[in-house]
C-alpha cells in the first residue's frame, strides 16, 4: 500500500487528490492536509466583493466530497517535512498543526511514500505597513470573507455617494513585488460597472495602482499579437479600456505605506507621492508558508527544499541571476524537487525560476516588478500532470515523468469588466505559450494567432458558465472528469 499526502485544497491540490483518487486502486490513501474546511473558487471572490455574489455562492465544504470519494483529510496546516524519516521511522513524514475547532494547535505526524505541496501563497499583508483587512486600512478579495467584509464597505461607499459625498477608490496592488495584478483589474472594472449601475458614477473617482511597467502587462511581459489583419499589444487594449471606463491609472508604482484613508508610493523615478482614499482594495504580495524540513538526523535543511520565498524547489535552472541569460528552458516540466524526487509542488507552491515580466527597481533601488502568476489554469495542469507522474510509479508503469511545463502550455483567462447577463462584459484573453519563447516566436514571444484578446458581453457569459462549471467540477459531481483543468 502507497499513501499520497496532498497540502493545500485549493485549485492545484483539491484537482490532484480527486484525481489521484480516480487512478489509484483503493488499497493505496490519498490524504488531503488543508487548514481550511470549505473550497474557494477564488475567480469569483471579485464578485462577492462587489456584492453582486454571496460568499456561499463561492464555497462547499470539504470533508463530504472528500468522504464520498474515499480521500482521507484533516483539517491542518503542514508546519515540518521530514523527508528522510524522523528518529526511528523509516518513512518519510509531515508535521501538521490542526486549525479544526476542539482540535487546534494539536500536533500529529503522517507517513507518507509521495508528498504534493500545493499550499498556494501565504499573503503577505505584512510585508506592506498598514496593508491588508486585519491590522490595516485597506481591504482584500484574496478570500471568501475578505470579499465579503470588503463588499459591505463598498456598499457604504455607494449609500455615501448617493447622499452627495464624492469619492475615491483606489484598487490594484499594495507592494512593488505582487502578483495576480489581474484579480485587481478584474476588481477595478466591476466596482466601475457598479457604480454606473447605481447611478453614482459622476460621484466617484477610480483609481487603478499597479507594480506593472505599463498596463496590460499582467506579470507575463504583456502580450502582442495579430486583430483583424494588424498587430497589436495588450498595453493598447487595456490602455483603451481605461479611457473609455474612466479610470485612472498608476503604473509602475510600490504601496510603501498605508495609512487610514491615504497611502504612499513609489514609482520608478524614484519620486514618492502621496493618495488620499475613501476605499482601498489593495492585493499582497505572495510568499510561500512557514514549513520547515529537517533531514533524519535533525539537522535543518528547509533552504534544500524551499526557495528563500518559501515555495518549494523542483526541477528548474535557479542558477540564473541575469534578467538577459534567463531562458524558456529554466522553467521545471515535472515538479519534482531535485533533492527529493517523492515530493512534487504544484500551482502557486512551486518556485519559479525567475520573473517573467522584466524585473525592475526604482532609482532608490525599490523592486517594482509583478511575480510570474501560476493561478488557475495552470495550477490545475501541473497538479494533474503530478497526479498522473505518482499514478504511474505506484502502478509500477516505466514511463518518463508527466510534463507540463508553462513554456509549451497556452493558458485562457477570462476577465470580468462587469457582472450582468444584459449588459455585463469580459475581457477573455488567450496566450500560448504563458512563458514567452523570443527564438520559437521572434516578432512576438508567443504565437501570434494563438494570443489574443477580445471584450464584450459574451465574455461574461463565458465567466458567468466556468464559475458553475468549476465548482461542479470540484464537487467531483457525475462527469466532472470531462470538464478540462
Not at 354 to 383: C, E, L, M, N
Request: hydrophobic share 40%; net charge positive.
Amino acid at each position: 500500500m502507497a499513501r499520497v499526502v496532498v497540502l493545500g485544497a485549493g485549485v492545484a491540490g483539491h484537482t490532484a487528490a480527486l484525481h489521484l483518487r480516480r487512478m489509484l486502486p483503493k488499497t493505496h490513501d490519498v490524504v488531503v492536509v488543508s487548514p481550511n474546511s470549505q473550497w474557494n473558487w477564488i475567480p469569483s471572490n471579485i464578485w462577492v466583493g462587489t456584492g453582486r455574489m454571496k460568499k456561499e455562492s463561492v464555497l462547499f465544504p470539504l470533508a463530504p466530497v472528500y468522504k464520498k470519494k474515499g480521500i482521507i483529510f484533516h483539517q491542518a496546516k503542514a508546519v515540518a517535512l521530514y523527508p528522510e524519516g524522523r528518529g526511528d521511522a523509516a518513512n518519510p513524514q509531515v508535521e501538521i498543526e490542526f486549525t479544526a475547532p476542539g482540535e487546534a494547535g494539536r500536533k500529529d505526524f503522517i507517513p507518507f511514500d509521495y508528498l504534493i505541496n500545493a499550499t498556494g501563497p501565504k499573503l503577505k499583508f505584512d510585508a506592506t505597513p498598514g496593508l491588508g483587512p486585519d491590522n490595516g486600512y485597506s481591504l482584500s478579495v484574496c478570500t471568501a470573507p475578505h470579499a465579503d467584509q470588503t463588499a459591505k464597505e463598498f456598499l457604504k461607499i455607494v449609500e455615501a455617494a448617493r447622499a452627495g459625498e464624492r469619492q475615491r477608490l483606489v484598487i490594484g496592488t499594495g507592494n512593488g513585488t505582487c502578483t495576480c495584478q489581474g484579480a485587481a483589474f478584474e476588481y477595478a472594472f466591476n466596482v466601475e460597472f457598479e457604480l454606473r449601475e447605481a447611478g453614482v458614477r459622476d460621484m466617484c473617482e477610480v483609481v487603478y495602482i499597479t507594480n506593472e511597467n505599463e498596463l496590460g502587462d499582467f506579470g507575463v511581459g504583456g502580450m502582442r499579437f495579430k486583430q483583424n489583419g494588424f498587430m497589436t499589444t495588450s498595453q493598447l487594449w487595456t490602455e483603451s479600456l481605461f479611457r473609455e471606463r474612466g479610470v485612472k491609472a498608476i503604473s509602475g508604482a510600490a504601496v510603501k505605506r498605508v495609512e487610514e484613508g491615504r497611502l504612499f508610493y513609489e514609482v520608478l523615478d524614484g519620486s514618492e507621492h502621496e493618495l488620499d482614499f475613501d476605499f482601498a482594495m489593495l492585493l499582497p504580495p505572495f510568499s510561500g508558508h512557514d514549513i520547515k524540513a529537517y533531514a533524519k538526523d535533525g539537522s535543518d535543511i528547509t533552504s534544500t527544499v524551499f526557495a528563500p520565498s518559501g515555495f518549494m524547489k523542483v526541477d528548474a535552472d535557479y542558477s540564473k541571476t541575469s534578467y538577459e541569460d534567463w531562458a524558456p528552458e529554466d522553467w521545471p516540466e515535472t515538479y519534482q524537487n531535485p533533492s527529493y524526487p517523492n515530493m512534487f509542488a504544484a500551482g502557486i507552491a512551486f518556485a519559479p525560476p525567475h520573473q517573467i515580466s522584466k524585473p525592475r527597481k526604482s532609482a532608490k533601488g525599490t523592486p517594482i516588478a509583478p511575480a510570474p502568476p501560476r493561478t488557475g489554469q495552470p495550477s490545475g495542469t501541473i497538479a494533474r500532470a503530478v497526479a498522473e507522474t505518482i499514478a504511474d510509479r505506484i502502478k509500477g508503469k516505466k514511463r518518463p515523468p508527466r510534463r507540463a511545463s508553462m513554456t509549451e502550455m497556452g493558458a485562457s483567462c477570462v476577465a470580468s469588466t462587469g457582472a450582468n447577463l444584459l449588459n455585463g462584459s469580459a475581457a477573455a484573453m488567450i496566450m500560448y505559450p504563458i512563458v514567452p519563447n523570443p527564438e520559437k516566436y521572434p516578432l512576438t514571444g508567443r504565437h501570434p494567432y494563438h494570443t489574443r484578446g477580445e471584450i464584450g458581453l459574451f465574455g461574461h457569459w463565458i465567466k458567468y458558465m466556468l464559475h458553475h462549471l468549476f465548482i461542479y467540477k470540484a464537487k467531483a459531481r457525475p462527469g466532472w472528469t470531462l470538464i478540462p483543468e
